[in-house]
């Protein structure tokens, strides 16, 4: 179950590189990425319109790139602008190109029509490239459907379970609840955990002499993008004084590369000591042993589905069960839309 009319991240930034090209599945399509000599990104289909080769084994020449196999060229349109040993290109001969965008680090396509592109529905990721916060970008592969990494990020009283070694440290964050609200294209989700131990996650990079009150604040907006603000003060301090505590700010996203199997970028930003490399480095690398308990639990459960029975309910599902309605919305309203559009020439036609 996919939306296309929106913004789906298919690279960190710094993995297109200035010259070459690199390639990515996105919704069961490869996707070629390259920049231009003026700086500009160009994304298009990774299948040669010919014998369906990948254009990324071919070359670049210019912004063009040619076909290693029988050698079309195809400009940063997708045209085919030459063709060995044809003497005329047939008009059709072209691949398809998508609408792409650098937003923040995070390297966007958008896979619907390119008629209804539009900026404003990029997250704001903000964190992802501002000189107050610091972090190290990550990326995990899934072989599970992006929905069910959508369901994880979802409900964190799998913190308690999951992370307890990790990022949880206490079971008090599956029993507080959450409060979960409407925001524009997706859900907001409020829990605060009071007076806690602080997480072994946040020992490893600072030092607590007393337990801590702990906050997450979260949107996850549409198609499955987590932009939260987390952290915590030492019990007692008033509320947003947050001396002596941690403040952070996460993006994450998650792409469907396949029906079964998943992209998966992240990043955690800190805000103090964020000229020190080392703090950078450990929640880095908190993040990737935590999301490595993640992507074990879920990969399990998915191999342990059982589609003929169904899955229990629960009132720690209410976030997951909403955001899951408002994708099948959309869904449902693409569809109206794309079978409108199908429907009006054949009206036109029946006037001739
Ligand atoms: S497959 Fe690309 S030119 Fe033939
Ligand atoms: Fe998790």
Redesign the pocket.
């Given at each position: 179950m996919w939306i296309r009319n929106c913004w789906y991240v298919i690279a960190w930034d710094h993995e297109i590189p200035a010259e070459g090209m690199f390639t990515r599945r996105v919704l069961g399509e490869p996707i070629l990425v390259y920049r231009t000599e003026g700086g500009g990104l160009v994304a298009m289909q990774d299948r040669c319109c010919h014998r369906h080769a990948p254009l990324s084994r071919g070359r670049r020449e210019g912004d063009c790139v040619r076909c290693g196999y029988h050698g079309l060229k195809f400009d940063a349109r997708g045209i085919c602008i030459e063709a060995p040993g044809l003497a005329s290109i047939p008009a059709k001969t072209r691949v398809p190109t998508y609408p792409v965008v650098s937003h923040n680090k995070w390297v966007f396509v958008w896979m619907g029509d390119p008629a209804l592109v539009d900026r404003a529905l990029l997250p704001d990721n903000f964190s992802c490239d501002h000189p107050d916060w610091a972090y190290k970008p990550g990326y995990v592969h899934y072989d599970t459907p992006y929905l069910l990494v959508c369901d994880?990020l979802l409900d964190f009283s799998?913190?308690s379970y999951?992370?307890e070694s990790t990022?949880g440290g206490s079971t008090a964050i599956a029993q507080a609840v959450p409060k979960i609200e409407p925001v524009p294209s997706g859900i907001r989700v409020t829990r605060h955990v009071p007076d806690v131990p602080p997480s072994p996650f946040w020992r490893s990079f600072q030092s607590f002499d007393s337990n801590v009150d702990r906050y997450f604040i979260y949107d996850f907006v549409l198609p499955g993008t987590l932009l939260m603000q987390s952290g915590g003060a030492p019990v007692g301090q008033p509320p947003g004084d947050l001396r002596g505590g941690v403040q952070l700010h996460s993006c994450q996203t998650l792409t469907p590369e396949t029906e079964t199997t998943t992209h998966y970028f992240f990043q955690q930003s800190h805000r103090s000591s964020i000229r020190d490399p080392a703090v950078t480095e450990a929640i880095y690398r908190g993040l990737v042993t935590?999301f490595e308990?993640?992507r074990e639990t879920i990969t399990a459960q998915h191999r342990n589905i059982d589609d003929r029975t169904p899955m229990l309910l629960l009132a720690m599902d209410q976030a997951l069960v909403r955001f899951r309605r408002l994708l099948q919305q959309e869904v449902e309203r693409e569809r109206a839309a794309t079978a409108a559009a199908s429907a009006a020439p054949a009206a036109i036609g029946t006037m001739d």
């Amino acid at each position: 179950m996919w939306i296309r009319n929106c913004w789906y991240v298919i690279a960190w930034d710094h993995e297109i590189p200035a010259e070459g090209m690199f390639t990515r599945r996105v919704l069961g399509e490869p996707i070629l990425v390259y920049r231009t000599e003026g700086g500009g990104l160009v994304a298009m289909q990774d299948r040669c319109c010919h014998r369906h080769a990948p254009l990324s084994r071919g070359r670049r020449e210019g912004d063009c790139v040619r076909c290693g196999y029988h050698g079309l060229k195809f400009d940063a349109r997708g045209i085919c602008i030459e063709a060995p040993g044809l003497a005329s290109i047939p008009a059709k001969t072209r691949v398809p190109t998508y609408p792409v965008v650098s937003h923040n680090k995070w390297v966007f396509v958008w896979m619907g029509d390119p008629a209804l592109v539009d900026r404003a529905l990029l997250p704001d990721n903000f964190s992802c490239d501002h000189p107050d916060w610091a972090y190290k970008p990550g990326y995990v592969h899934y072989d599970t459907p992006y929905l069910l990494v959508c369901d994880n990020l979802l409900d964190f009283s799998h913190l308690s379970y999951v992370h307890e070694s990790t990022l949880g440290g206490s079971t008090a964050i599956a029993q507080a609840v959450p409060k979960i609200e409407p925001v524009p294209s997706g859900i907001r989700v409020t829990r605060h955990v009071p007076d806690v131990p602080p997480s072994p996650f946040w020992r490893s990079f600072q030092s607590f002499d007393s337990n801590v009150d702990r906050y997450f604040i979260y949107d996850f907006v549409l198609p499955g993008t987590l932009l939260m603000q987390s952290g915590g003060a030492p019990v007692g301090q008033p509320p947003g004084d947050l001396r002596g505590g941690v403040q952070l700010h996460s993006c994450q996203t998650l792409t469907p590369e396949t029906e079964t199997t998943t992209h998966y970028f992240f990043q955690q930003s800190h805000r103090s000591s964020i000229r020190d490399p080392a703090v950078t480095e450990a929640i880095y690398r908190g993040l990737v042993t935590a999301f490595e308990e993640d992507r074990e639990t879920i990969t399990a459960q998915h191999r342990n589905i059982d589609d003929r029975t169904p899955m229990l309910l629960l009132a720690m599902d209410q976030a997951l069960v909403r955001f899951r309605r408002l994708l099948q919305q959309e869904v449902e309203r693409e569809r109206a839309a794309t079978a409108a559009a199908s429907a009006a020439p054949a009206a036109i036609g029946t006037m001739d």
